[in-house]
């Protein structure tokens, strides 16, 4: 026997014993796993290992309220402005009785009065002309000449009401601007152009070169990727839910959105944003959530339809994150991120822009 056939022999030998210790056991494994050798990873675990990368850390927690802190004194400086140019008003008059004369003081008066914007809508005229009229006799003439501040004093109180309502929900907003920023990132690094829909004048634009802050202001994205065309809204009331759902993606264009909503294939994944940082409601917020889930899979199913389903959360304590975890390892919730956590929030956006 030739020198050459033992070589060739002892080649495939090498070759079969290396199979068999490398990729026939990895085939073993995932025959007993249940899973395929070349599997495509599921989405969570491309951010997450464990339920322990969803747990808040303290850090997250701390500047998540400083975080607000800056957002409730950016929205009190036009407050304070108010008042700045309110007391220069009043001061030039010496009696306060004479205020009321002053015609483009009466809306601050009625504020200062206790009034809020809300429910001056539903005053008449008379009704506002009594209640500044009680505010000047009863608190504002015995202060004397210090009536001016006392004035100023109590504008500032009835506007940190109108201000603490509009704080109740800022954690929303934060969370909804933070995914918003994110998933424009993830369109801009694709090179994929895109439109928003402004919250106010309720009108699609497009893309700008200069796209800073447009978050602020934003309650729809849609781009178009080869053929498919995907639109996000965000707050909206599912018609055949009968309940608002934080995050809704659609395959349709914005044109097509008031017949899409409508109908349940036109769905491709629904989410729930909670961008409250305080621990103690952490376990509130995902039951909310949870509920909210549970529910578009049961109606959707009733359809033979599963959608993509996820949740994103600013405060996610050790229990809430094993649920979650649960849930994600059985297929009941698809994916799942950290608000507070820059590289999940990326993650989960560049997700969904591929669905």
Same mark, same amino acid.
């Given at each position: 026997m030739s020198r050459k056939f033992l070589s060739s022999q002892t080649a495939r030998a090498t070759a079969a014993n290396r199979w068999d210790n490398t990729d026939a056991s990895r085939c073993e494994s995932a025959f007993t796993s249940g899973e395929k050798p070349d599997a495509k990873p599921k989405p969570y675990r491309l951010h997450l290992s464990s339920s322990d990368d969803l747990v808040t850390s303290y850090e997250a927690i701390r500047a998540g309220f400083v975080a607000l /802190?800056?957002?409730?004194?950016? $929205?009190?400086?036009?407050?304070?402005?108010? /008042?700045?140019?309110?007391? =220069?008003?009043?001061s030039t008059v010496a009696n306060p009785a004479d205020l009321i004369k002053?015609?483009?003081?009466? $809306?601050?008066l009625l504020t200062a009065a206790g009034v809020s914007d809300k429910a001056a809508r539903h005053l008449q005229l008379e009704d506002k002309t009594a209640a500044i009229l009680g505010l000047i006799e009863n608190f504002l003439a015995p202060a004397g000449t210090d009536f001016v501040e006392e004035l100023v004093f109590r504008f500032l109180l009835t506007r940190g009401d109108t201000l603490g309502g509009s704080m109740r929900n800022v954690g929303g907003l934060l969370a909804q601007r933070k995914l918003t920023r994110a998933l424009i990132s993830t369109l801009a690094l694709a090179g994929t152009p895109y439109r928003w829909l402004h919250s106010i004048s309720n009108s699609w634009a497009m893309m700008a070169s200069d796209d800073t802050d447009i978050e602020l202001h934003l309650r729809g994205l849609c781009w178009t990727k080869g053929r498919r065309q995907r639109t996000v809204i965000y707050n909206l009331t599912v018609p055949f839910l009968k309940n608002n759902v934080d995050v809704c993606l659609f395959s349709c264009s914005p044109e097509e959105l008031q017949t899409s909503c409508r109908a349940p294939a036109s769905y491709v994944a629904l989410g729930e944003l909670k961008g409250g940082i305080d621990p103690a409601g952490a376990d509130e917020h995902w039951k909310t959530a949870r509920t909210a889930l549970i529910r578009i899979q049961t109606v959707f199913g009733q359809s033979s339809l599963k959608p993509h389903t996820f949740f994103i959360g600013a405060a996610i304590a050790k229990k809430m994150a094993s649920e979650i975890w649960f849930q994600l390892e059985d297929g009941t919730l698809e994916n !799942? !991120?950290?608000?507070? =956590?820059? +590289?999940?929030?990326?993650?989960?956006? $560049?997700?969904?822009? +591929?669905?």
């Open positions: /802190a800056l957002e409730k004194n950016r $929205r009190a400086t036009p407050f304070v402005e108010q /008042a700045r140019a309110l007391k =220069v008003a009043a002053i015609e483009e003081l009466q $809306r601050a !799942a !991120a950290n608000l507070t =956590v820059e +590289s999940q929030v990326a993650s989960i956006s $560049r997700w969904l822009c +591929s669905l």
